[in-house]
């Protein structure tokens, strides 16, 4: 998924959350997120600044780059490479001989939350299932970019370098595509709430 996405995501979650814009079938939500707004919100940026001030800790999460960029929420290199102590690359090629990707695309979410796919017009059920079928093709790649692993290259394992090499130039690939492809649906008429929809449904 683009890092567009949940940036978007989470600029519209901290709106919410400091205006009290809470839909009014949820009014328990709504009191609650009022009363605790000022805590809350403290908190949260409170812990992103404590993220930003420490050197040790990547910034930025990029699933095509080196494995060192999967670790954005641990705090220490130590515990980065206590992880990568653990790479086992017999026990991971079994995992990937069972192709996971394969179950994770089929279990995916499959019907619509915000919209209703007989109401929505051409363009945008053309795009849903253009997206889908972007997925299906790229399934693999999307399961990399949903799976943090850290590939410990100072084995000298032949495998374990192909790894790395290979989930590099397909996370890129995929990531470089998918958004040519969002942007050019959005290009041609796709309102973008519909992007705010769980990956993958179909309708």
């Not at 996971?100 to 499959?110: A, G, H, I, L, N």
């Not at 990399?144 to 890129?172: M, N, Q």
Request: charged content about 40%; proline content about 4%.
């Amino acid at each position: 998924v683009p890092s567009w996405c949940y940036k978007e995501a989470e600029s519209k979650l901290t709106k919410d959350l400091t205006s009290g814009e809470v839909p009014i079938r949820w009014p328990n939500l709504r009191k609650d997120i009022q009363d605790d707004t000022v805590e809350i919100m403290a908190a949260l940026y409170d812990s992103v600044t404590e993220e930003e001030d420490d050197e040790g800790r990547d910034a930025t999460f990029s699933p095509g780059d080196d494995s060192q960029n999967y670790a954005s929420n641990l705090a220490k290199d130590e515990d980065v490479q206590a992880l990568r102590e653990r790479w086992d690359p017999v026990a991971f090629k079994e995992l990937m001989d069972t192709k996971p990707w394969d179950v994770m695309f089929e279990d995916r979410s499959k019907f619509l939350i915000l919209h209703v796919r007989d109401k929505l017009k051409d363009v945008a059920r053309e795009s849903l299932d253009a997206i889908v079928a972007f997925m299906s093709v790229h399934r693999r790649a999307f399961w990399w970019f949903g799976h943090w692993v850290f590939i410990d290259l100072e084995t000298d394992d032949p495998y374990s370098e192909e790894l790395h090499r290979e989930r590099k130039a397909e996370c890129d690939k995929a990531k470089k595509e998918y958004k040519k492809l969002l942007d050019d649906r959005v290009d041609a008429g796709l309102e973008e709430t519909i992007l705010d929809e769980p990956d993958g449904v179909t309708g």
